[in-house]
C-alpha cells in the first residue's frame, strides 16, 4: 500500500512540476519576446511581426535611445529619486496609520477608516487636484510626483490587517515598562511587520517607478522628467519632430519607430525585474497574511 503511494505522490509531483514549468514559460515568453524585438530590423518587423527568431539583430533602436545620454542619465537620477523617496515616505507614513488603525483603544479608529475606506469609492477629479497641487507650489517641482503616491487606502488596510495579528500581549508589556506608542509602534511592531512593509514597499515602488501622470501635468523642465514620461516623449512622433527641429540627422525611414517602444521598455523594467527576487518570499507573506485577517 505504501508502495502504490509514493508512486502516486510521485506522479503526481511530476505532474505539478510540469504544469508549473509550462506556467512559468507562458510568463516568460512576453519577456523573451520583448527582449529579442528590441534587436530586431525595423523592416522585418513591419513585414513579419515580431518574432522569437529574427533573421536580423540590429542595435539601431538602443542607439537612438542613447543619442543623448545625458538626458537618459537624469532620467534615471530623477526616478531612482522619487521612487526611493517616495517609497521610504510612504511606508512610514502608512505603517504609522494602520500601527494607529490597528489598536483597540484608538476610540475613533472605525470613523478614520470609514473616511480612509470613503476615497476609494469617490475622489475629488483632475481639476480640484490640479488646482490644489499648483496653490501649494508645486508646479514643475518634483515633490509633484512624490506627495500623490505616497498613500494609499488599500496598503493602509493591508498593514492595518498584518498588525492587527500581532499579539497585543507585546504591546501592553512594552507599555508597562513605560514605552510610548512611537517606541512601540518603531521598536515592536515596525520590525515585526518586514513582509507586510515589504508587500506596501513593492507596490508603492512600482507606482513610483512607472510614474509619467503626474510629471505630464505639472512638470516642465526636461530635467526633471521621470524616466517613464522621458521615454514616452522619445517614443512620441513630436519628440521626433522637434529633434529634426534642432538640427538632429534623423532618417525616418530607417528610424525604429517599432523596435524603440520594446527597447524603452526592458530600459525601464530592467531595475524592477532585478529587484523583485530579493522581496518575493516578504511579499508573498505580507500579501497573504493581510488578505487571510480581517
Not at 79 to 91: D, E, P, S
Not at 160 to 186: H, Q, T, V
Request: glycine share 6%; proline share 4%; net charge positive.
Amino acid at each position: 500500500m505504501s508502495v502504490r503511494k509514493n508512486k502516486d505522490g510521485f506522479v503526481f509531483r511530476i505532474i505539478c512540476y510540469l504544469v508549473i514549468t509550462l506556467f512559468a514559460l507562458i510568463c516568460l515568453f512576453p519577456f523573451v519576446l520583448m527582449i529579442v524585438s528590441s534587436f530586431m530590423n525595423e523592416k522585418e518587423i513591419m513585414a513579419e511581426g515580431y518574432k522569437l527568431f529574427p533573421k536580423e539583430l540590429t542595435t539601431s533602436a538602443y542607439e537612438f535611445l542613447l543619442r543623448n545620454p545625458t538626458k537618459l542619465v537624469d532620467a534615471y537620477t530623477v526616478t531612482i529619486f522619487i521612487t526611493v523617496v517616495g517609497t521610504v515616505c510612504a511606508l512610514f507614513i502608512m505603517s504609522m496609520a494602520g500601527y494607529v488603525l490597528s489598536r483597540r483603544n484608538f476610540k475613533y479608529r472605525n470613523a478614520f477608516s470609514f473616511f480612509i475606506y470613503f476615497t476609494t469609492l469617490f475622489s475629488g477629479g483632475l481639476v480640484p487636484s490640479y488646482i490644489l497641487m499648483i496653490k501649494l507650489g508645486l508646479k514643475d517641482n518634483i515633490l509633484a510626483m512624490i506627495l500623490p503616491g505616497v498613500v494609499s487606502a488599500w496598503s493602509i488596510f493591508l498593514m492595518k490587517n498584518f498588525m492587527k495579528s500581532i499579539p497585543d500581549s507585546l504591546y501592553e508589556s512594552a507599555a508597562i515598562d513605560g514605552a510610548g506608542d512611537f517606541r512601540i509602534y518603531w521598536q515592536i511592531f515596525l520590525p515585526l511587520s518586514k513582509p507586510s512593509l515589504a508587500t506596501v514597499g513593492l507596490f508603492s515602488a512600482l507606482g513610483f517607478w512607472n510614474e509619467w501622470y503626474n510629471a505630464m501635468l505639472y512638470i516642465q523642465t526636461p530635467s526633471k522628467f521621470p524616466l517613464q514620461y522621458f521615454l514616452q516623449k522619445i517614443v512620441s512622433q513630436a519628440n521626433i519632430q522637434l529633434l529634426i527641429q534642432q538640427g538632429a540627422v534623423v532618417n525616418t525611414v530607417d528610424l525604429p519607430s517599432e523596435s524603440i517602444k520594446m527597447a524603452t521598455a526592458v530600459v525601464a523594467i530592467g531595475p524592477i525585474i532585478l529587484l523583485y527576487p530579493f522581496v518575493q518570499r516578504y511579499f508573498i507573506s505580507g500579501l497573504t497574511i493581510g488578505a487571510v485577517k480581517g
